[in-house]
């Protein structure tokens, strides 16, 4: 089964505790995402990858770091997170083929007390 | 930069009746794709429908149409014969087209309530 598998679900934690989300897709595709959704703003883009080692900032990359050493794993990570890092975080795949959509993650709750 | 704006917030519907959902986008390319998704409580995202900028034929699927008026930069999303399964938060959404490094662009959403 096609699937864009993120890790943990949910998570509660301190402010300044260094933590990864993990994403990771099964479909050979070359394009990866991380989208961060707060109410009233919808889903904003975090950083993006075309392909492995290729990486660049979305529109709210601050405080964020992504890595793609890997074809099917993107994943996420919080050096010094903060409590305005509070949201529901997505990943996506997608093949970069024309109109072909996103295939996203099931979401990734972050508390930051 | 593109932007996707969705000024409803909130809407309802009668179950069984029409609802129009609208969006607007601001671009200055010409090749691009235009997408709905539906996210329900569950918080799955959920393609409902595409429509590509160089094809004038509104899309379709099953209940969902779409309006898409290219000189307007509009397109907005009608749900024919409303269930209360449609009752979920609609995002829409903008795509550039391929070999474009970035991804999706999205609106702010409309949660939509069906009224049994």
């Known amino acids: 089964e096609a699937q864009v598998t993120q890790n943990p679900r949910y998570l509660i934690t301190v402010t300044g505790k260094k933590l990864t989300v993990t994403c990771s897709q099964n479909m050979n595709h070359e394009y990866m995402s991380w989208y961060r959704q707060d109410p009233g703003l919808g889903l904003r883009q975090i950083y993006y990858s075309m392909n492995v080692e290729v990486t660049d900032k979305g529109d709210v990359p601050e405080g964020y770091k992504v890595s793609r050493k890997e074809k099917r794993n993107f994943p996420l990570i919080l050096e010094s997170p903060s409590p305005n890092q509070t949201s529901l975080y997505f990943c996506?795949?997608?093949?970069?083929?024309?109109?072909?959509?996103?295939?996203f993650g099931d979401g990734t709750r972050l508390s930051i007390l | 930069a593109q932007t996707v704006t969705q000024s409803q917030p909130e809407m309802s519907v009668q179950e069984a009746e029409t609802v129009t959902l609208s969006c607007t986008y601001d671009?200055?390319?010409?090749?691009?794709?235009l997408f709905w998704y539906k996210q329900p409580p569950s918080r799955q995202m959920i393609l409902v429908i595409r429509q590509e900028a160089y094809k004038q034929q509104n899309a379709t699927e099953n209940r969902f149409s779409v309006n898409f008026q290219k000189a307007a930069k509009s397109f907005s999303l009608k749900i024919s014969d409303s269930q209360l399964g449609d009752a979920a938060m609609y995002f829409c959404?903008?795509?550039?087209?391929?070999?474009?490094?970035?991804?999706?662009?999205f609106g702010s959403g409309t949660q939509l309530t069906v009224l049994p």
């Open positions: 671009t200055s390319e010409s090749d691009y794709y």
């Open positions: 959404a903008y795509r550039s087209a391929p070999g474009s490094a970035r991804q999706l662009t």
């Open positions: 996506a795949s997608s093949s970069g083929e024309r109109v072909k959509p996103q295939h």
